[in-house]
Nanobody
Framework: QVQLVESGGGLVQAGGSLRLSCAAS????????MAWYRQAPGKQRELVAI????????NYADSVKGRFTISRDSPKNTMYLEMTSLKPEDTAVYYC???????????WGQGTQVTVSS
């Protein structure tokens, strides 16, 4: 079992930047997939960015390509989402997610609110 604690959300003006962090504890040696999702009010949760360590794969939603960067610090069991050039439509609750494989049911963070004002 993996426990995840997120931090770094907040209120920022359009064009600004934020960095989200997700610290993992527990059975972290099993983690191969790390991802960030977001859910805006009245919308479904969507994948924002993902890292699959075994294949060296990193992928982003089209809406954030070139603006967001996902990364991991393995010794610290922490992953990050660097968000730049933020837009009001980026406003959502952001969740980190980890799993052993793409097919497994993984673990979710508690969510952190990101609000971008126009």
């Amino acid at each position: 079992q993996v426990q995840l604690v997120e931090s770094g959300g907040g209120l920022v003006q359009a064009g600004g930047s934020l960095r989200l962090s997700c610290a993992a504890s527990g059975s972290t040696f099993r983690i191969n997939v790390m991802a960030w999702y977001r859910q805006a009010p009245g919308k479904q949760r969507e994948l924002v960015a993902i890292i699959v360590s075994s294949g060296g794969i990193t992928n982003y939603a089209d809406s954030v390509k070139g603006r967001f960067t996902i990364s991991r610090d393995s010794p610290k069991n922490t992953m990050y989402l660097e968000m730049t050039s933020l837009k009001p439509e980026d406003t959502a609750v952001y969740y980190c997610y980890v799993s052993s494989t793409l097919l497994d049911t993984g673990s979710w963070g508690q969510g952190t609110q990101v609000t971008v004002s126009s």
